[in-house]
T-cell receptor, first 113, second 112 residues
Framework: QKEVEQDPGPLSVPEGAIVSLNCTYS??????FMWYRQYSRKGPELLMYTYSSGNKEDGRFTAQVDKSSKYISLFIRDSQPSDSATYLC?????????????FGQGTRLTINP | DTGVSQDPRHKITKRGQNVTFRCDPI?????LYWYRQTLGQGPEFLTY????????KSRLLSDRFSAERPKGSFSTLEIQRTEQGDSAMYLCASSYGNLEAFFGQGTRLTVV
């Protein structure tokens, strides 16, 4: 069983829709939770970073963490074609003082105009 | 551009050849990470440096792989005797302390 599970999609929605992306994890040692966006043939770009259960909002993006259920979500409101990308959840634990990121498989999202 | 820089962006090599990639982290970042990403998968951790010290290596990093970070600045990742299974995107990331890590654009390796 993978430490982080993410539905790979693909997910296709119309412009303006609310998008919900989800990940589950099995390791209680994870302390930080992140969402990255990755465009084709580019490196991952950090979108959201949180360490506690609850919601964190940044513009059209909301990250939600439920540590009791080992479940994290990313919501995108008023989705735009420019949001079309692969979204990666990532979780970290500390090894010898440094954050080691464990990624989900990534969900490929397409926003249709 | 003050982000993480990786060179080359794309490398095509014949099986059995050696390749070396370079990563220049964000200047004040003391931690540097290498990850590998294969098609349709998320990045997987390879190794980590704090300043010039290599403190952690994944079991994914076979004896054919070596990474260095002389003087705690740029880092190199060398793959000896490349195999087709080494074809992947090699990503470098850096962070300051325990703050969030920022990734470079990656080096895409194709072994033919």
């Amino acid at each position: 069983q993978k430490e982080v599970e993410q539905d790979p999609g693909p997910l296709s929605v119309p412009e303006g829709a609310i998008v919900s992306l989800n990940c589950t994890y099995s390791n209680s040692a994870f302390q930080y939770f992140m969402w990255y966006r990755q465009y084709s043939r580019k490196g991952p770009e950090l979108l959201m970073y949180t360490y506690s259960s609850g919601n964190k909002e940044d513009g059209r993006f909301t990250a939600q963490v439920d540590k009791s259920s080992k479940y994290i979500s990313l919501f995108i409101r008023d989705s735009q074609p420019s949001d079309s990308a692969t979204y990666l959840c990532a979780m970290s634990r500390f090894i010898q003082g440094a954050q080691k990121l464990v990624f989900g498989q990534g969900t490929r999202l397409t926003i249709n105009p | 551009d003050t982000g993480v820089s990786q060179d080359p962006r794309h490398k095509i090599t014949k099986r059995g050849q050696n390749v070396t990639f370079r990563c220049d982290p964000i200047s004040e970042h003391n931690r540097l990470y290498w990850y590998r990403q294969t098609l349709g998968q998320g990045p997987e951790f390879l190794t980590y440096f704090q300043n010039e010290a290599q403190l952690e290596k994944s079991r994914l990093l076979s004896d054919r792989f070596s990474a260095e970070r002389p003087k705690g600045s740029f880092s190199t990742l060398e793959i000896q005797r490349t195999e087709q299974g080494d074809s992947a995107m090699y990503l470098c990331a850096s962070s300051y302390g325990n703050l969030e890590a920022f990734f470079g654009q990656g080096t895409r390796l194709t072994v033919v």
